[in-house]
Structures are given as structure tokens and as C-alpha cells.
């Protein structure tokens, strides 16, 4: 691939994500610089293009993860067994304060490579390991050795937000940092519901700084209707709020978060696995609240959003199908459909940044985040009927093709490209043995390994005997 030369991919499903566009079989898409110039059938061909054969394939616009804590990936799967409170505990009482600037780098860097690798083109870092300023130049140092989009949402779990956000340090890293569509900052910080509402003074930093703020709320246990109620309140309630996971709220939350133009950032195989409550999207549509979906932490999950995508769409069928039955009632259609989760990964996830006129979509005009997923070796490619189905319920991050960042191609045959994943390996490798060590040997498994409940197996009445050679179960007191 020379870079400079426009790239014009030809003869695929265009999921354009762009109602005015729509579904293009046998589409083509022409990238020109940053920017996507044409979508469409047949396209002319510049003289100097670069083809992508596209067929048998879907085009797609760059994902978007909205909340992920990207320096724990360099812990990656350690907490695949945790609760909620594990993780609090490992990371918020016991272990956060052990890691250093370079393991956020660490950590960073293969979570930013492996979004690429996932077509997830852009991924809000919701950074709360960030105990000093030089924790986050090394956020930022590996942002930009990766030709991804990245949002820095700032955060210290083991600093008071208030203090922090108002520090002299933290007003130079703003300052000495260049912010704009590829690396934006946000501000990241959990409101605990105490009366007094201290974080009043870092929403207030955040207005004076004009940033987002990122907010995990109805986290059961954690972040209740007592955090919103302040933040309504006190007039912080604003378009430019994320309510991470907003799963155990009340209705009148739910109202407030839509009246004031919020968004949730669904994580569900996060609130599945670890219980922040039931994942939200039969929520949100109940009370228009719009969406866009994250992965949470690699500690547990992936960073791929197919996941999430696959998830969240089971999730909300299960939950009616649950509820109707618990009625006496059968579901006869589903009320969320594929298309939806592939908005909420796209455009949905533009929308929660504010970047909805800049990428999530395949719109002439903006830039060109692109995903070609296609992978003529699957015998799952093909027949494509239905592409939305075929994007949540049948590819998955291995069939990522060609991956195109701000019109540079990242990905490209299934090769990442000009990606450095083995300084990520040795970055990543270090850390892991430096926490091992600080931890010691023991502290590690113990936390890896948390005790299993005990199950009690209820009594069956059934004896399973063979009776008569035909293998009948029979009732032991019969
Ligand atoms: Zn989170």
C-alpha cells in the first residue's frame, strides 16, 4: 500500500451506517486523503488508486468503544472469575497503587493495538490508574506510537476527583497536550452520592475546561439515584455526560438522563459478568435515552465490540422473552434488532463523543474510519443475506480484513501494519512480572483464583434406574 495514493474499495456490502445512503450491495467506497469522497456502485476509479477488492465482504464504518480502562490490559484476563467487588478490592484497596507510568504505557499500547486489530477505530481510555501527570504522558506517549483514534478520559481511582482536576499539575498536562478528533481528553470520575457532593468541584473544572465528563452511575452497590439526583441538582446534567453501564436506576433517572440529553454507554458483558445490573438497553428504549456500547476493562473481557455487539442484543431478547414468559406471554417479535447494535456501535458511540459529523458512518465528507471484514478461508462469509446479522451474530474480530484510520490503512489483509505489537509483547511482559513479583506469588493466585460458593444440589426424587433394561428413570419412593 503506498500511502498518499486514494484507496477505492470495490464490490462489497456497504453498511453505510448513513440513513440517507443506506445498504449498498456491490458497493464501493473511494477514500481520498483523510477523508471518505465517494460511496456508492461502480465508482470511476482514480488513476492512481489503490483497489481493495471488497467482494464477498461488508464494509463497514470504524467501531467505537466508548469506555474501556485500557491500562489494565496488560493484566489481561487475570480477573476472568471476579465480582464486582474483587475488583474494587484489587484494584481500589490493594493493588492500583503499584503501577507505574510504564505500565499504563503497557497496558495502553496493546489495548490501542488490539482495538485496531478489532476494526474498533476509535476508543474512549477511560484512564483511572492515572495517579501522577507522568501516568498520563505515558497514556499519552502510546496513543500516539499507534495510528488509532483515541478519546484520554482522565481519571485517578485513587485520587479525589475535586483535588485533582484543580491541581496545578493536572491544568499543565492539559495545557502541554494537543487535543483534537484523534486524541480528545475527557474527564473521568464516579460520584458517590455523598450529600455533600464534593465532586461538585471537578464538574465545575470540567465546564471551565469546556470537557466531557465520563461517569459510571446505577453500578448497583456503588453509584446509585442519590449520584444523579445531585448532579440534576446542581446542574450538571448536560449533553456532554456518559452514564457508563446506568443499570439499576430509577424512572425518574432514566427521565433526567434523557430530558438533559445524556447518553449510556452500554457494557454488557461487563454488567453480565461482574453486576453492575441487568445490561440497560431494554431500558434505554424505553425511555429514549440514545447509546453506544463499550468493553469495560481487558482485566475481564475482550476489546472486540462484535462481543458486545453479540451480547447486548442477546441480553435484551433474553430479558423480554424472560419477563413476557414470567406473564404467561410469548414474545412473537423481537423489539431490538441487529441493525440497532451495529448503530450503537457506530454512530451511537460518535454521538457519546460529540464527533457525530466527523466518523461513524460511511458519509462522503467525514473521515474515513473504515472496516472491511471479509475472509474468503471462512466457511462462515458466505451466504451474506442479512449483512446486519451477519455482522453481530456471525463474523468476529478474525475476519477484520482491512482496517482504515483517518484514511491510513492500519490493517490490510489481516496484517496489522506498520504496528509495533512487539514492543506491546516486551512493554507488557515486564509488567506482568513486575506485579507478580510486588504482589508476590501467593497474593497473585489468591486473587487471580477468588473461592467458588457452594452449591447446594437439590435432593432429586428420581432414581435413575434400569428398569427393565429400557433405561427409565423412576421415582425412588414409587
Ligand atoms: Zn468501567
Redesign the pocket.
Known amino acids: 500500500m503506498q500511502p498518499g495514493r486514494p484507496i477505492l474499495f470495490r464490490n462489497g456490502t456497504v453498511l453505510s451506517m448513513d440513513p440517507a445512503i443506506g445498504v449498498i450491495e456491490g458497493g464501493d467506497v473511494l477514500v481520498r486523503g483523510q477523508q471518505i469522497e465517494r460511496v456508492g456502485r461502480d465508482l470511476p476509479a482514480p488513476d492512481d488508486a489503490e483497489i481493495i477488492d471488497a467482494s464477498g465482504g461488508i464494509l463497514m464504518p470504524g467501531m467505537i468503544d466508548t469506555?474501556?480502562?485500557m491500562w489494565q490490559t496488560a493484566m489481561r484476563g487475570f480477573g476472568a472469575d471476579w465480582t464486582l467487588t474483587q475488583y474494587f478490592v484489587f484494584y481500589y484497596l490493594n493493588w492500583g497503587k503499584i503501577f507505574r507510568p510504564e505500565d499504563i504505557y503497557a497496558g495502553n499500547l496493546l489495548s490501542a493495538i488490539e482495538s485496531l486489530d478489532a476494526g474498533v477505530t476509535t476508543t474512549v481510555d477511560?484512564s483511572?490508574g492515572l495517579r501522577t501527570p507522568e501516568h498520563g504522558d505515558a497514556a499519552v506517549e502510546a496513543f500516539r506510537a499507534v495510528p488509532g483514534r483515541f478519546v484520554l478520559a482522565y481519571g485517578n481511582l485513587l485520587g479525589a476527583p475535586w483535588e485533582w482536576s484543580n491541581s496545578p499539575e493536572f491544568r499543565s498536562f492539559v495545557d502541554r497536550n494537543s487535543w483534537d478528533d484523534m486524541l480528545g481528553l475527557q474527564m473521568a470520575f464516579d460520584v458517590t452520592g455523598d450529600a455533600a457532593f464534593p465532586e461538585k468541584g471537578a464538574f465545575e473544572a470540567a465546564r471551565e475546561l469546556d470537557l466531557r465528563v465520563t461517569t459510571?452511575a446505577g453500578v448497583w452497590g456503588a453509584t446509585t439515584d442519590d449520584s444523579i439526583a445531585l448532579m440534576w441538582d446542581n446542574g450538571f446534567m448536560t449533553p456532554k455526560v456518559t452514564y457508563?453501564?446506568a443499570s439499576t436506576l430509577s424512572p425518574d433517572s432514566y427521565h433526567r438522563i434523557a430530558a438533559s440529553g445524556g447518553s449510556v454507554s452500554i457494557?454488557t458483558e461487563?454488567e453480565q459478568s461482574a453486576g453492575q445490573g441487568y445490561p440497560t438497553s431494554w431500558q434505554l428504549r424505553k425511555y429514549g435515552i440514545p447509546a453506544s456500547l463499550?468493553m469495560?476493562?481487558s482485566v475481564w473481557w475482550s476489546g472486540d465490540l462484535f462481543s458486545a455487539m453479540r451480547a447486548t442484543l442477546s441480553a435484551d431478547r433474553s430479558r423480554e422473552h424472560l419477563e413476557a414468559q414470567n406473564a404467561g406471554e410469548t414474545v412473537v417479535h423481537n423489539s431490538l434488532r441487529a441493525e440497532q447494535v451495529v448503530e450503537w456501535a457506530t454512530m451511537g458511540g460518535a454521538r457519546t463523543l460529540g464527533l457525530e459529523d466527523v466518523i461513524g458512518s460511511l458519509t462522503p465528507g467525514k473521515k474515513a474510519d473504515v472496516v472491511l471484514i471479509k475472509n474468503d478461508r471462512s466457511p462462515v462469509m458466505f451466504p451474506i443475506l442479512h449483512p446486519y446479522g451477519h455482522v453481530v451474530f456471525q463474523a468476529g474480530r478474525g475476519d477484520v480484513h482491512t482496517v482504515l484510520v483517518n484514511g491510513k490503512v492500519v490493517k490490510h489483509q489481516h496484517e496489522l501494519v506498520g504496528i509495533d505489537l512487539a514492543k506491546a509483547r516486551s512493554a507488557v511482559t515486564a509488567t506482568v512480572e513486575f506485579a507478580r513479583r510486588e504482589m508476590g506469588g501467593q497474593e497473585w493466585n489468591a486473587c487471580m483464583n477468588p473461592e467458588i460458593p457452594a452449591t447446594d444440589v437439590i435432593a432429586n426424587p428420581y432414581t435413575y434406574t434400569d428398569y427393565k433394561g429400557q433405561g427409565v428413570a423412576v421415582r425412588s419412593d414409587s
Request: aromatic letters at 8%; a neutral charge; charged letters at 15%.
Open positions: 469506555h474501556r480502562h477511560w483511572h459510571h457508563v453501564h457494557a461487563s463499550s469495560d476493562t
